[in-house]
């Protein structure tokens, strides 16, 4: 008996707490959320994570708001705790940083800054908006700001950070643009080439600053609440999109608890609008819409408010995807019929592009609950990732209905500049059933190659009907398509330093070649130098037989006998079956945000200046691993060691003059840590010498000198 019971113990322990407790559908219920409200908001910054992660969660997470974040710049200035790429390079992993850690808040991320090296530029810390705003382009900056909020159309608006001395100049320029297009957007005469596009001018309804205390503000909400769908609090979510700034370092583990946001309400277009109320005088659902709508306009009433009625049984029907479906078809039906009983309606016009606006809307999220509950399973893949101009790619989308209903006349096109065949013809898919719609994509010869900041250049479109109503959706194939060159070229080194008052006569330099064709490759490679200079041999023929493969071509420059001071550029091509090529391709991956690739001109950035430095001076260089300085230092003929662990542990540091630490040494080298003390005694009982060194150099800019003391240890600058 006593065996028997402990059994039975055993059991009920296994068993739920509660029997009735729903398992939670977090996908589901991130597409179903937004159709509960039609309210859009909209928080700007300057700079990649500028973003206010848990604020932007509790909006889009907690209450279905359309949020989106407007960044200006990528980032370009920071630093990278998880490589070595710097300026646009690292530009690019911010971006995708971004717009990852957005996915998890259920947020999306814009940005103002429309290419590599754009005028609106993160060229490191600035003291004033005004020096912000003249090295951007201050017309540029606000026409693209102006052009952002007519067409995404926010209801509110909230900059993320004040205008305030003790800001980053960058956040004070983009809080003052912010707060002055209030106003400008409205108005038809700024930027009017704008409604000549299509556009039309937008009233923004409300504009909220973070409150500079609790005193301040006009409405304080409480955000730290736990979302049992989630199974986290907005913080929390916040936090765990703030991870992905991996470059940046962010993120932190964070308890559930209270949290507050304090909002100060500085222009609003409803003189009602009061204390804690951060959605009072904007229209929160379309009851609340169909409340504007005149007394006659009766039937155009009924029509959205029985709208919104069925809009929240497609909320009810969470979390049953089979049953969301059926009800977003119908959801579906309405706003069609809303749409056009409201293009024919007499109404105000400006009461009209909101409606309008807000249905279109509707419509885009409905589209994707009816995607997401369809139990539609896509996988789009492409037979290269890369390809080359000239080249015929075959690409594959398949689709699985996994769900219970019938998908009729189941369609994949692509959206694509490119011309291509498909094979597949349309037809119902029953649950359980499978399709493959194959393409053949023909890349033509001057193809635009590509560039991270913009749309993939293939997507699928997937498409269905369920009783009268269409489903589109737009995917991205599996991986980063790319059009790349035929060839890439990667110089060593990458920046070459000439001393003067020591000129090496020759300089060996190489030219890494990799092949981007899905065939051979024939590569003559060739070097064009500055005047005076010479460079053996004159050509190098690289023979290349596979897809990526990568062959090396060695040259020797020979410098003159007389270099002025000042910038060279020695730049290398290639020609290959009589078209020529000039760029290096650099290959961005990190597991948290996928592949992408910067290019630019294949090059060695030069600077010819007189460096003295005492006879015998000797420099130890602790590496961080994300810098090149120790290079760099050799290159002008400096004697210098690059110190490893066990020399910061036991080595003889005093044979040394001077020791640097490399950028962000103290993140990346524990044992620069652990023995931070020998350091420290090594400068205690140093002598003094003075001399210059180089601290960094970037292209287009003089190198840096500083004059410092041995014994020391010196901590180069960061860039940005």
């Known amino acids: 008996m006593k065996k028997l019971i402990c059994l039975l113990i055993a059991f009920l322990l296994v068993l739920p707490m509660n029997p009735l407790a729903r398992e939670e559908d977090p996908e589901l219920w991130s597409a179903l959320k937004p159709l509960e409200t039609t309210v859009t908001f909209l928080n700007t910054g300057a700079h990649p994570d500028d973003e206010r992660s848990d604020f932007l969660a509790y909006l889009s997470r907690g209450l279905g708001v359309k949020t989106s974040s407007l960044i200006a710049n990528r980032g370009e200035g920071g630093q990278n705790e998880i490589g070595q790429e710097l300026d646009n390079a690292l530009g690019i992993i911010r971006s995708r940083e971004m717009i990852e850690a957005a996915k998890v808040t259920g947020v999306k991320a814009y940005h103002l800054s429309e290419t590599t090296s754009d005028p609106i530029y993160d060229f490191g810390f600035s003291k004033t908006p005004e020096e912000t705003l003249s090295k951007w382009g201050e017309d540029l900056t606000y026409e693209r700001l102006i052009r952002f909020i007519r067409t995404y159309q926010p209801d509110i608006v909230m900059p993320s950070f004040r205008d305030v001395d003790s800001q980053h100049g960058h956040h004070r320029a983009i809080s003052i643009l912010t707060q002055r297009a209030f106003e400008d957007a409205a108005d038809p005469s700024v930027y009017p080439d704008h409604l000549k596009e299509g556009l039309s001018p937008w009233k923004i309804k409300k504009l909220y600053l973070p409150a500079e205390s609790k005193e301040s503000a006009t409405s304080s909400i409480e955000i730290g609440m736990l979302d049992d769908i989630y199974g986290k609090s907005y913080p929390q979510i916040g936090e765990e999109s703030r991870f992905l700034h991996k470059s940046q370092g962010m993120g932190s583990e964070i308890p559930v608890a209270p949290r507050q946001v304090h909002l100060e309400l500085v222009k609003s277009r409803d003189s009602s609008s009061g204390k804690d109320q951060l959605f009072k005088g904007v229209p929160y659902d379309f009851n609340e819409w169909a409340g504007k709508l ?302 992408f690739y910067y290019q630019y001109d294949a090059g060695i950035n030069g600077v010819s200046f007189e460096l003295l430095t005492p006879e015998g001076m000797k420099v130890g260089y602790i590496e961080s691993g994300f810098d090149q300085v120790a290079d760099y230092l050799s290159n002008v003929g400096m004697d210098i060691t690059k110190l490893t662990d066990e020399d910061l542990a036991s080595g003889d540091l005093s044979q040394f003059d001077t020791i640097v630490t490399g950028i962000r040494a103290y993140l990346s080298r524990d044992a620069l840590t652990e023995n931070n003390e020998r350091l420290k005694t090594y400068v205690e009982e140093g002598d003094i010498l003075s001399f210059s060194i180089i601290n960094r150099m970037t292209d287009g800019m003089q190198p840096q000198r500083h004059l410092i003391h041995s014994r020391s240890v010196i901590h180069p600058f960061a860039g940005g």
Do not use: C
């Not at 309606?345 to 589209?367: I, V």
């Not at 959206?415 to 399709?435: A, M």
């Not at 194959?438 to 269905?464: C, N, R, S």
């Open 294 to 595: 005149p007394k006659k306009e009766k039937s155009l009433v009924k029509q959205y408010r029985k709208l919104q009625s069925q809009l929240e049984r497609t909320i009810s029907s969470y979390p049953d995807r089979s049953e969301a479906f059926k009800e977003a078809q119908k959801s579906l039906k309405l706003v069609e019929e809303a749409i056009k009983k409201t293009k024919k309606a007499k109404l105000d016009s400006g009461l009209k592009e909101d409606l309008l606006h807000k249905l279109s809307l509707k419509e885009e999220q409905l589209m994707n609950v009816s995607y997401m509950s369809s139990g539609l399973d896509v996988q789009a893949t492409s037979e290269s990732d890369v390809l080359t101009g000239g080249q015929q790619v075959k690409v594959e989308v398949a689709l699985k209905n996994g769900g219970n209903h019938v998908l009729k006349n189941a369609d994949v096109t692509l959206d694509t500049p490119f011309h291509f065949s498909k094979k597949t013809k349309k037809k119902n898919l029953k649950p359980g059933e499978e399709r493959t719609f194959t393409f053949k994509v023909d890349v033509p010869e001057d193809a635009e190659t590509y560039h991270a900041y913009e749309e993939p250049v293939i997507q699928a479109l997937v498409k269905f009907r369920s009783g009268s109503v269409e489903t589109v959706q737009k995917e991205e194939l599996n991986g980063t398509i790319a059009v790349l060159p035929d060839v890439g070229l990667t110089m060593s080194p990458e920046d070459l330093v000439v001393n003067t008052a020591d000129v090496k006569a020759d300089v060996p330099v190489s030219v890494e070649v990799t092949n981007y064709k899905k065939g051979k490759a024939n590569a003559r490679v060739s070097l064009e130098v500055p005047e005076g200079w010479t460079v053996t041999p004159s050509s190098v023929d690289v023979p290349l037989t596979e897809h990526k493969e990568k062959k090396s071509a060695d040259f020797v420059l020979h410098s003159p006998a007389e270099i002025e001071e000042g910038d060279f550029k020695i730049r290398a091509q290639a020609k290959v079956d009589g078209k020529t090529f000039g760029t290096t391709v650099q290959e961005i991956t990190y597991s948290h945000i996928g592949t």
